[in-house]
């Protein structure tokens, strides 16, 4: 069996120079795109799927850590469950399908995520119910990528924010590595519950399901776990708009030759809400993922 070291890829570094003119900052790309199935999420699901006994996980996702826990399942001969909502870029319900995963579509209006979660739980046996953010396992596989992180010598990481999986991760790497960068979290503004549980001091929910374009970050709430690292780990969490978010695909596509989904454009959209805040600062933008539907990335780049 690989260890979890063996089995992820680096991530990818890219200095563009175009985008670095376009921003005049000194901004790194450390892009996930290129992972095992398309984004970070494969470094949790996998780093979940070796270190459970159980041989059935069950998991609720809006699609990247869905097909990664399907692919590290598949690896390991386990049998994957993934809830997910029907209104899921069609790219990650297929690509869940394709990798042998059983997909349970619900309307998120009618029940909740963790309802249907808790409800297929009893009926399929010896089952490892895994949450996509809010899981130990999840927190030190994403780890990995702030050791990498901590390689190299940034004064600033900005990384995409939902339930906090991967900003939580990052922090653990950064911090057991001794690095000294200030961890910046990249939040849609339409679903802002991190941002706001970090003013407040306190985990606050949103009230629904967020409608942001990013679909990755349609989260009610953080972790508990998440949060125990957030509070102490993340100087600050940047709101951004939907159309910064869009701005900010496009963007990367244009200046860094780099297709990314929206979720994965957060960082980028985080510096273009306030690009005076990292001016002599050597900043790596973290891009979470790549798995963006056809039709709508088509959308994006035509505006």
Request: net charge neutral; hydrophobic share 40%.
């Amino acid at each position: 069996m690989k260890s979890l070291l063996d089995a992820i890829r680096p991530t990818v570094f890219i200095e563009s120079e175009k985008l670095k003119t376009f921003t005049n900052l000194d901004l790194t790309i450390a892009s996930e795109t290129f992972q095992h199935t398309g984004s970070f999420k494969f470094r949790a699901a996998y780093n979940l799927a070796v270190h459970v006994g159980n041989d059935a996980i069950l998991t609720a996702s809006s699609g990247n850590f869905g097909q990664a826990l399907a692919y590290a399942c598949q690896l390991l001969n386990k049998k994957c469950t993934v809830v997910m909502p029907e209104n899921s870029a069609k790219v990650k319900i297929e690509a869940v399908k394709n990798y042998g995963a059983t997909v349970d579509l619900i309307d998120t209006k009618i029940i909740g995520r963790g309802t249907r979660v808790s409800q297929l739980a009893e009926q399929i046996s010896d089952v490892y119910v895994a949450s996509a953010y809010d899981d130990l396992f999840v927190i030190e596989g994403n780890s990995t990528l702030g050791d990498e992180i901590s390689n190299r010598d940034f004064d600033v990481v900005i990384s995409p924010i939902g339930g906090g999986g991967l900003i939580s991760g990052i922090s653990k790497g950064l911090c057991r590595s001794g690095h000294r960068a200030e961890l910046i979290g990249a939040e849609p503004l339409l679903g802002n519950d991190a941002a706001r549980s970090l003013r407040a001091g306190k985990i606050i929910a949103n009230e629904t399901e967020p409608t942001t374009i990013a679909d990755g970050a349609r989260t009610v709430s953080l972790g508990k776990h998440n949060w125990e690292i957030i509070k102490s780990g993340v100087a600050e969490i940047i709101e951004v708009s939907d159309k910064r978010i869009v701005e900010a695909t496009r963007i990367l596509f244009a200046l860094a030759n780099l297709k990314c989904e929206p979720t994965g454009a957060l960082s980028l959209g985080a510096i273009l809400e306030n690009s005076d805040k990292f001016k002599d600062k050597k900043v790596c933008l973290v891009v979470s993922g790549g798995n963006v539907d056809a039709e709508i990335y088509r959308r994006i780049l035509i505006g």
